[in-house]
């Protein structure tokens, strides 16, 4: 594997070259799937036992470095006055001129600021303003769904093809057996909290083709959880990928259910569950 180290001294917001130097797979990219500015349901419809969902906090992944499929590149965060920021970003990818050799781009010229984008599938978005890489950013719990239009960002001085889209979360070496156990319980309710919204969605659509559409859509959602994930380090042991999948899986639904709904989707704070174990903020690396 080759890689290259180069920095790019050309303003990053307002230009198409980014401060880098070349130095992490799942696929979420932006689709027709989902809307933008539609926020999240209540967690409430017509039937009084859905189970609340909570809105994932962007407190989740600060002091965090957060990476793809939890082994490639590097992604930071942190809030000043309520604004949230990308501190340090590595993008993993392929050399433009040799395809099937690897490289990495150490992205300088930060912090980045986010902004507000509303919300997609029932998760909060961010958009950065970074012209060689303008992501998109959306919140899990203790991780990110990141997406980029097209797919790849281009660093053409670095001859790199980076390729941001998919789940960053912790190194996928760092679940024990008792992280393990809390994953698969809330993987568990969390199973039942799709099925519960998927249900609800259904009672209260009567016209038959979306019935049919949103049934096909279910029935599919098993494969593309498992494409997103399948890369993610030791998922078949640990499962974090797929909870944050079906967790979102939920909120998408629940959004779906009541898409003129405004405000967090929450639960009394005695039915909040308890921060994971490996969620606990973590010391940078310098």
Not at 2 to 11: E, M, Q, V
Not at 113 to 140: E, M, N
Not at 193 to 199: G, I, L, P, S
Not at 209 to 237: N, P, T
């Amino acid at each position: 594997m080759r890689l290259f180290a180069l920095a790019f001294t050309g303003a990053l917001l307002a230009s198409g070259h980014a401060q880098s130097q070349i130095q992490l797979p799942g696929a979420v990219n932006p689709s027709a799937r989902g809307t933008l500015d539609t926020p999240p349901a209540s967690g409430t419809s017509r039937s009084s036992n859905l189970p609340s969902l909570v809105q994932p906090g962007e407190e989740t992944i600060l002091s965090r470095e957060l990476r793809l499929n939890g082994s490639q590149g590097l992604i930071a965060f942190d809030q000043k006055a309520k604004v949230l920021r990308i501190t340090r970003l590595t993008l993993p990818g392929h050399q433009i001129s040799k395809p099937q050799e690897a490289c990495r781009v150490d992205v300088s010229g930060g912090p980045f600021v986010l902004r507000v984008a509303g919300y997609y599938d029932g998760l909060k978005r961010y958009q950065s303003d970074i012209a060689s890489c303008p992501l998109s950013v959306d919140i899990l719990d203790g991780a990110v769904s990141l997406s980029v239009q097209g797919g790849t960002c281009n660093f053409d001085q670095a001859d790199c093809t980076a390729s941001p889209a998919g789940v960053w979360g912790p190194p996928g070496t760092a679940f024990g057996p008792n992280e393990i156990k809390f994953i698969e319980k809330a993987r568990s309710t969390s199973d039942a909290h799709v099925q519960a919204y998927f249900r609800a969605l259904l009672s209260q659509t009567k016209d038959k083709k979306l019935v049919k559409d949103i049934a096909a859509d279910q029935a599919g959602f098993s494969a593309k959880r498992d494409e997103i994930c399948r890369d993610y380090v030791r998922e078949d042991q640990h499962g974090f990928c797929s909870l944050r999948v079906t967790e979102a899986r939920a909120l998408s639904l629940s959004a779906k259910l009541k898409p003129d709904q405004t405000g967090k989707v929450t639960g009394p704070p005695d039915k909040r569950k308890p921060p994971a174990p490996f969620s606990s903020p973590q010391k940078l690396n310098p």
